[in-house]
């Protein structure tokens, strides 16, 4: 019966791999046409099978990786921190990812900011704002 | 039949089996040579017989066992024919198999039995002749060099025979004579009597024999000697039995082992004895003649002649200088090296093409690369045991040595060229290779910045100029692109070993951010084991299955974590022993 159930399971953390990894070949195939139209080269079959094998499995590195980040830093929660201590070997790739962090750093400074404004204005006014405010907010 | 072997005084085990071999009533009609014919196989029948009654073919085997039987009792039973295994076939094999004396036991136990037995014709006591003929037997085997082995066995066996002249007293010690040298020296060096040896009987079955490991005995007060000394020939002139083979194994290890093999000694030049030369060279004469490096040595044994006190100081001076990689302030090698040159500069570039032990050899060529020297064999081997005794911290001993080498050159003065020297030995070293001695300069240029000496030898590129400040830092990185070269068993081209040294570099450079960011990256300060074992399950060293622990039990020997476990936990404070 176990080994019923944990073959099922098996099974389906196979198939769920298998979709999985078509996925990731999907969109490298586009990403691969959209080099190849830009840069007037040709991909082969097997070049894009290759690049989606490797791009799945450091996806997998990475995701270990990660996990081990931030159990070291004795958190159980996945941070930014964490990416960026992952991508620090190569240079353009931290930058761009330190750009994007604090882009969202300040995205959420300015959500923040803003719900501390309709909070007040909520204490202030009862019922209109509120509703004002929650549409608001919902944008 | 009575096996008429004389009763020992002592008896061993063997002569006890024997008896009872002997005197036991055969329950089974395998005895040998008895006159019983019919009544025998009758007897061998029945048993056999009915055995075989559970088989098939009884008649067939009745027959064939029969004369299988005779045939056996002519023979020793090799063959493990189920009906034949009795107790007392398995004790006849047990004697004709084992060998003949233990090591435990005296050789008095052991020699009266084989002189007196030699004559017998028994067959077991032929059998057993032959096992004691097992030693001559294997002689002949093992002169594999005899013209290197011979005078070092020749001169082991003056001192085991001496010493078993002494045991024996009476024994027949004419074989103590070269005429019989292998003889005695394989017997002497298996701790068996000399008695046994030389007994031209047939050797039955000598497959079956057990052949003992040839041994060499060690004489403990010269490996002592040998550990606390260095190659050169401190002991006393009568101990000339410096066996390299003693030497060479504990410099390879030693050598491989030592984290880093300059602890810097401040040591005072002055202290300087005067090396007896005549033993020194002996003593080097010995070693070489031993062969236990296949130098081309016969060109070199050649120089010996002329050029021997210069090849002395050479040698010494070699000696030195592998010293004074470790201690800046010992003996002066430039000046040593500085007479030798002109005399090797030949020889010192067939030395350059050799390449025997990646260590050994680049400080060897090192340090004769600018002095073209000959005596490429004795330096490597005092530099590899002055390198691996100095880690040992048996630098006192080699200090007098070297210092004494510093006397025996003369005209030197050197001390503030030996300061100047050791930095520029220090660099040499990085470079390692088998570099011709014509452009010495060259070799050390190329790695370091050009210090030329000053006037002293216009090859001698060493320079009495600052210690760069990298000298600590390139230090490491040397040690373990010698590591490399040591471990790649082939010649390497120095800049194949700059090249790894700055791979080297980058890779500890790396690691070092690594572990930097990690401990950040946890919001400490300072570096602490989880980040390492962090780095490690990244590298992939540790992984679910293999635990950091399981890696340090498994890499890291016992006699290392104790030095190395206090080193880590210093706090960055760590001084050279003193």
């Known amino acids: 019966m176990m080994e019923e159930e944990e073959g099922a399971e098996e099974q389906q953390r196979f198939s769920y791999r298998q979709r999985l990894k078509a996925a990731v070949h999907y969109t490298v195939g586009c990403l691969c046409e959209e080099v190849a139209s830009d840069k007037e080269v040709q991909f082969s079959k097997q070049t894009i099978a290759a690049i ?6 450091q996806c997998e590195n990475f995701a270990k990786d990660l996990e081990m980040f931030a159990r070291h830093a004795k958190r159980s929660t996945i941070n930014t921190e964490d990416v960026k201590l992952l991508a620090r070997r190569s240079n353009s790739l931290l930058k761009y990812i330190t750009e994007r962090n604090e882009d969202i750093a300040q995205f959420n400074l300015e959500r923040k900011a803003k719900k501390k404004k309709k909070l007040e204005d909520e204490n202030k006014n009862s019922v209109e704002p509120a509703e004002a405010g929650a549409v608001e907010s919902e944008d | 039949m009575a096996d008429s072997y004389s009763p020992d005084s002592e008896p061993t085990t063997r002569t006890l089996l024997r008896r009872v071999l002997d005197t036991a009533d055969p329950l089974t009609p395998r005895r040998p040579r008895s006159a019983r014919t019919s009544a025998q196989r009758a007897l061998l029948e029945t048993p056999s017989s009915k055995k075989l009654r559970s088989q098939t073919k009884m008649t067939a085997r009745r027959r064939s066992h029969k004369a299988r039987s005779i045939d056996r009792l002519a023979h020793i039973q090799a063959g493990g024919h189920l009906e034949e295994q009795t107790p007392r076939t398995l004790l006849k094999n047990i004697l004709l198999t084992a060998p003949e004396s233990s090591i435990v036991l005296p050789e008095s136990v052991v020699k009266p039995v084989p002189t007196p037995q030699v004559v017998q014709t028994s067959r077991r006591e032929s059998s057993r002749g032959s096992l004691e003929l097992q030693l001559p037997e294997v002689e002949p085997s093992t002169t594999l060099a005899p013209g290197l082995l011979a005078p070092g066995r020749r001169k082991q066996r003056l001192r085991l025979s001496v010493f078993q002249q002494g045991m024996d007293q009476g024994l027949p010690l004419s074989q103590e004579p070269y005429g019989n040298a292998d003889a005695s020296s394989i017997t002497s060096s298996l701790n068996l009597t000399f008695a046994t040896p030389l007994q031209p009987q047939s050797v039955k079955r000598p497959g079956l024999a057990r052949r003992p490991p040839t041994r060499r005995a060690v004489d403990v007060g010269t490996f002592l000697q040998d550990m606390q000394d260095t190659s050169l020939a401190l002991a006393p002139p009568g101990d000339s039995l410096r066996t390299p083979v003693t030497t060479l194994p504990t410099d390879t290890v030693l050598e491989d082992t030592q984290p880093f093999s300059q602890p810097l000694l401040g040591r005072s030049p002055t202290v300087q004895h005067s090396l007896p030369c005549p033993s020194h060279s002996g003593a080097k004469d010995v070693e070489r003649a031993v062969g236990h490096r296949t130098w081309s040595s016969g060109p070199r044994l050649q120089n010996s002649g002329p050029g021997k006190p210069a090849q002395l100081m050479a040698g010494k001076v070699e000696e030195v200088d592998a010293l004074a990689l470790g201690f800046p302030n010992t003996s002066s090698n430039i000046s040593g090296e500085d007479g030798v040159e002109p005399l090797q500069n030949g020889v010192g570039e067939e030395a350059e093409g050799r390449m025997k032990e990646g260590l050994s050899m680049r400080e060897v060529e090192e340090a004769t690369e600018a002095q073209g020297s000959a005596r490429a064999e004795e330096p490597e081997e005092h530099t590899e045991v002055t390198e691996a005794e100095g880690s040992q911290g048996a630098i006192e001993a080699k200090e007098p040595e070297g210092s004494s080498g510093d006397e025996d050159t003369p005209g030197r003065t050197a001390s503030p060229e030996l300061a100047s020297s050791t930095p520029e030995f220090l660099r040499a070293r990085r470079l390692q290779f088998p570099e011709p001695a014509p452009p010495p300069s060259t070799a050390v240029l190329t790695s370091e910045p ?129």
């Open chain 1, 52 to 57: 989606s094998e490797v791009t799945f499995r």
């Open chain 2, 450 to 578: 050009p210090e030329t000496l000053s006037a002293r030898l216009p090859p001698r590129t060493r320079i009495p100029g600052p210690r760069p400040r990298q000298d600590p830092y390139k230090t490491g990185l040397n040690h373990y692109a010698k590591l490399f070269s040591f471990y790649a068993k082939m010649p390497m081209e120095k800049k194949s070993l700059e090249m790894v040294e700055k791979c080297l570099d980058k890779y500890f450079q790396h690691l070092c951010d690594d572990l930097e960011v990690f401990a950040a990256h946890a919001g400490r300060k300072t570096v602490r084991p989880e980040d390492l074992e962090l780095l490690m399950r990244r590298q992939g060293l540790v992984t679910d299955q293999v635990s950091l622990h399981v890696l340090v039990e498994r890499h890291l020997p016992l006699e290392y974590r104790q030095l190395l476990i206090p080193c880590a936990f210093s706090g960055n404070s760590v001084f050279p022993a003193q």
